[in-house]
């Protein structure tokens, strides 16, 4: 028995002492994943899909906006956000046709377009990062005596990037097994996209044996075509300058087809290694780790292009530092760790630990970390300041508003009277309010549904949303008076509904209902209270909300949108009549049709953006202001805190590939991690001497029970 | 005993298809498969010719149950039930809706749930048995009464302050421990350390009181006075004799849980960044996935019986009298 103990402390030692070495005991990365230019970052939830053809989230872009690279990509630092080429070799060229194919002059009239034609050259000497995929001998047959998971284990080759990546990514798209998010969208644009996803679906049921690089690569798109190694061209149909935003997204990153091949093994479906998991691009890294349960990590591509920081920012880039770097090739960081962190409080902790570089500020931390100042400035708390933690703040170009659904008899229609109801309602719920209690300020009252940083949104007092606010000394919301004049005008004079006589009811849909939300959903009815109008919440679970937007059976629910690109088309598309939800099932949730406001809609999602553009989009607003279909909400204000040494740090809410950019001082990471992370041993002694006090009394009363008779 | 263990195993099969039917019922009341085809697909620019055909490529386009176009026995068979349920009953998991294989999803993440799951139950049980143990020989004492003063506040403090206090104490304040993290390897000791501790910790309470109500029945039986008459010590017959005596309740507790200990823990897991199968069902239902609803259901099920099963053994092994017929 003793020997058994004595071999059980030997191999405790044994373990404690393998598990210690001269860095900090918390320390939570491998020493090979220590003190070089590595960002430290991680994720919440694992990501669905790494397919640049599938990935629409912004985990997702995360990882797959380093690896995988479109034509085009926002400049890092110039405002207003701006376009420039990435893969491609200068922006496109677009020629326009008419329904006969007859090429048009370049000022010619919107309506006269059939056809607008983008003509792409991609950059030459671009390849991609090493990769199995690229040794055709894999294709067919493994090694034998191979049977790990580490593709990067097996010989590894390349090839030059062609035009033909880049069409045969736009056939994925296009390919029903794939499942593009975008397929429905592009159909709509791309010329031969529907025609080709027929296709192969037909194929795909009377060949079922056939492999998918074969039957995408048997049949060809008619938009889509190849003119050399190096340009391509896509035609689509009408105008819509947008489309070159969509080339900017990963979803038309170039896709070799002999990733598809490689990934179609059965063994490796097996391991769940695929295409989807395990991406292949021309990025500044590659996808070297992917354990989505524990932690992904991006390496430095060996083969990356010859891509630099930038020179020339915005007015302030060079006083804010963001000039430093000039020049520098990119990427800046050799290395990327994603580590999973599901819980806010332990990512908090190891961010003021210095284990990770950057973090969001969750509710429960906002405290600690920002104050502000009496003329209410945002600042952070001296313990940050201290730490040399920096602040960053962005107005993110989201809106989060609260609509009525248009369809509905009570709230919706297009009467003087329930027009006037949803004024007096937009006047008082109290979005101010609502910023300070439940985003901790972090937020800014929408005056339209056009962000700040999208074209078309007007700053300042010119901006401002008559219909709910005015000027008095300043901006302030109109009054409740207002608001109650206006409700007796639609005819619900003191809150009461005259077909009833007692007070109106309002329903409110939301899938809100745990008790997390309570406090919303009370400060909710308190401010239709105002009116003294009941308002009445209905909780439901996402399917049973999703289903009731779907048939138009809500009256008034909250709901958001991220922009897909920085354009106002992208926003005023929510209100397009043809986009109603209920009737046409695109993303208008309000269901809000009005002839003149889509009548300018198309005019203005066609033009370039000029003053002319602008009085359209000025037009529009206060069409929907007088309407008010929304109550306009908030666009949120991202703050992000990041440690002394991640520099580089710019607000970029278009760009998803912006790790490239950022350099680590791993000396000054390497300082702050020492001094934080000193062990403290003295309370363990504390502990073991209230141990020993305990057991005095236990070994007394140990000898008197030893000593005592039984009876 | 063979054929005990036999007709038990064959007990197995009507229960699991029972189980299979009753996951199956639940998930579908809830959700419809164009609810499913919806959640995968995104909030974004999704039309119901994209629902339509995420269906079809994942057979969610049959009926649920019954389908009527068909004849004879198709009408069962081509139904999502049926092809959805007779792969399990083979063992074969399939892929998740998501296309990832559910087997080697399993088999990945149970090591790091076992990692925890395994010193968390050697070491709280060796520490309950111990403190109540201890507490019997202390009996009458104020050190008794102080240990269960002790006990009931351990009970009555939330599982989740322990991870957050001992986050806070172990791994900020005294930076003895990562405070999340996981590393395979020997490097996991560290990782594990705390999670292990807390777990011994937060289960003391109610642990050492169950275990101590235990000893107490055991205690009060004739052979232990006898034991004290012939002049054992307390210390020798609570540890040599009481101890083995009450192994038969100690055993139903621990054997029954041991082929689940690999399922891990949600909160732990989620708190400790764990990679295990803490959250996989919970994951998979808020993500309206069935293949792994299912899969996992399934596969608590059968290791919960074969648990009952592995408990029935055990009990043979400690007390010869105990015969499976």
């Known amino acids: 028995m003793s020997k058994l103990i004595t071999h059980a402390i030997v191999i405790f030692f044994l373990l404690f002492l393998s598990a210690c070495s001269d860095k900090a005991l918390n320390n939570p990365y491998s020493q090979a994943d220590e003190n070089g230019k590595i960002i430290y970052t991680a994720f919440s939830e694992r990501p669905k899909h790494l397919d640049p053809a599938k990935a629409y989230s912004s985990n997702e872009y995360a990882i797959i906006a380093q690896v995988y690279e479109p034509l085009f990509q926002y400049h890092y630092l110039k405002r207003p956000y701006q376009l420039e080429p990435l893969l491609a070799a200068s922006m496109p060229t677009v020629t326009y046709f008419n329904h006969e194919g007859v090429q048009l002059p370049v000022d010619v009239l919107d309506a006269d377009i059939a056809y607008s034609e983008y003509q792409l050259s991609i950059r030459p000497e671009v390849h991609f990062q090493p990769h199995p995929s690229f040794n055709e001998g894999l294709h067919t047959k493994l090694p034998a005596d191979w049977k790990g998971d580490d593709v990067y284990s097996l010989p590894l080759s390349t090839r030059q990037l062609t035009s033909d990546d880049f069409i045969y990514q736009i056939k994925r798209l296009a390919d029903p097994v794939t499942q593009s998010p975008i397929a429905g969208l592009m159909a709509k644009y791309i010329v031969g996209f529907t025609e080709f996803s027929k ?438 204000k991202a703050f992000s805190l990041h440690h002394a040494w991640y520099k580089n740090v710019n607000p970029n809410l278009m760009a998803n590939n912006k790790t490239k950019y950022i350099n680590i001082d791993p000396t000054l990471r390497q300082h702050y991690q020492a001094t934080w992370n000193k062990p403290v041993y003295w309370p363990l002694a504390v502990l073991l001497l209230i141990f020993i006090c305990l057991l005095m009394p236990a070994y007394v009363i140990y000898r008197r029970i030893e000593r005592s008779t039984a009876l | 005993m063979i054929n005990y263990i036999l007709r038990r195993l064959l ?144 009970m009555s403090i939330s599982g989740l302050f322990y991870i957050i206090a001992g986050q806070y104490f172990i791994g900020k304040l005294l930076v003895l421990t990562p405070i999340s993290g996981y590393a395979p390897g020997m490097d996991a000791v560290r990782f594990i350390i705390l999670p292990v501790l807390i777990g011994v910790v937060g289960g003391l309470g109610s642990g050492v009181r169950w275990y101590r109500t235990l000893f107490l029945e055991e205690s009060a039986k004739d052979y232990v006075r006898t034991a004290k008459a012939k002049g054992l010590s307390d210390l020798q017959i609570l540890f040599k004799h009481v101890l083995k005596n009450a192994m038969i309740p100690i055993l139903t507790g621990i054997v029954v849980i041991l082929p689940l200990l690999f399922m891990g823990s949600l909160i732990t897991e989620s708190f400790f960044g764990i990679p295990g199968l803490g959250s996989y069902t919970i994951d998979a239902i808020s993500s309206q996935d069935f293949a792994i609803v299912r899969s996992m259901v399934f596969l608590g099920s059968f290791l919960y019986i074969i648990g009952l099963l592995l408990t029935d053994i055990s009990y043979t092994l400690v007390d010869p009298r105990v015969r499976l017929d």
């Open chain 1, 199 to 636: 296709k192969q679906a037909a194929l795909k049921k009377q060949h079922p044996a056939l492999r998918k690089t074969q039957r995408l690569q048997s049949e060809s798109m008619w938009g889509v075509k190849r003119i050399d190694a190096l340009h391509f061209s896509i035609r689509i149909k009408g105008k819509y300058p947008q489309f070159v935003n969509w080339l900017a997204m990963p979803f038309f990153a170039p896709m070799p087809w002999e990733a598809d091949e490689f990934y179609s093994h059965s063994y490796l479906q097996k391991k769940n290694i695929s295409l989807d998991w395990f991406p292949v691009g021309t990025g500044p890294y590659y996808l070297r780790e992917n354990n989505p349960n524990r932690r992904m990590v991006l390496a430095k591509n060996p083969n990356f292009h010859d891509e630099f920081y930038p020179t020339q920012g915005a007015k302030d880039s060079r006083e804010k530092g963001l000039l430093n770097d000039a020049g520098k090739k990119l990427p800046l960081t050799d290395k990327v760790i994603f580590s999973l962190e599901k819980e806010s409080i332990p990512y908090w902790n190891k961010f003021l630990q210095g284990y990770y570089d950057s973090s969001g500020i969750s509710s429960d931390s906002f405290d600690q970390a920002v104050s502000f100042s009496a003329a209410g400035e945002v600042g952070l708390t001296q313990d940050m300041v201290g730490r040399g933690i920096g602040l960053q703040t962005a107005v993110t170009t989201s809106s989060y508003y609260m609509g009525f659904n248009m369809l509905d008899k009570v709230v919706g229609g297009y009467t003087e009277k329930a027009k006037k109801l949803r004024q007096a309602i937009s006047i008082v719920v109290d979005y101010e309010e609502y910023i300070s209690i439940f985003q901790n300020g972090r937020g800014v009252p929408a005056q339209s549904i056009i962000p700040p940083g999208i074209f078309g949104h007007i700053a300042g007092n010119k901006g401002i949303n008559p219909t709910v606010y005015t000027l008095q000394n300043g901006l302030i919301r109109r009054p409740v008076d207002d608001a109650k004049a206006l409700l007796a005008e639609a005819g619900y004079a003191n809150g009461i509904d005259p077909s009833t006589a007692k007070p109106l009811v309002l329903y409110f849909d939301t899938m809100d209902s745990g008790p997390d939300s309570k406090a919303r959903l009370n400060w909710l009815r308190k401010q239709f209270n105002k009116l003294n109008i009941q308002l009445v919440v209905r909780g439901t679970d996402y399917n049973r909300f999703q289903e009731k937007m779907r048939n138009g059976n809500s009256q008034m629910f909250m709901w958001g949108w991220n922009a897909d690109y920085p354009d106002p088309e992208n926003f005023l598309f929510l209100l397009y009549g043809k986009n109603a939800k209920a009737v046409h099932g695109g993303e208008n949730a309000a269901n809000y049709q009005n002839a003149q406001f889509d009548a300018l809609f198309e005019t203005m999602s066609t033009m370039d953006n000029t003053p002319q553009r602008q009085a359209i989009i000025n037009r529009m607003i206060d069409i929907t202001r007088d309407d008010a279909p929304w109550l306009w909400g908030f666009h949120p």
């Open chain 2, 11 to 154: 007990y197995v099969l009507p229960v699991l298809v029972g189980v299979n039917i009753l996951t199956f019922v639940l998930f579908f009341v809830v959700n419809t498969p164009d609810d499913m085809a919806r959640m995968q697909l995104g909030d974004k620019y999704v039309s119901q010719a994209a629902v339509d055909n995420w269906k079809a490529q994942r057979g969610y386009d049959l009926p649920l149950l019954w389908n009527e176009q068909e004849q004879g026995f198709a009408k069962a068979y081509k139904t999502i039930f049926f092809e959805k349920s007779v792969g399990l009953l083979v063992f074969d998991l399939g892929a998740s809706d998501n296309g990832r294989d559910i087997v080697a999803d399993i088999s990945q993440r149970m090591w790091p749930s076992l990692a925890i799951a395994i010193p968390s139950l050697i070491f709280g049980v060796l520490a309950n048995i111990t403190f109540a143990l201890l507490l019997i020989f202390y009996r009458g004492s104020y050190l008794e009464f102080g240990g269960l003063f002790i006990c009931i506040t351990l």
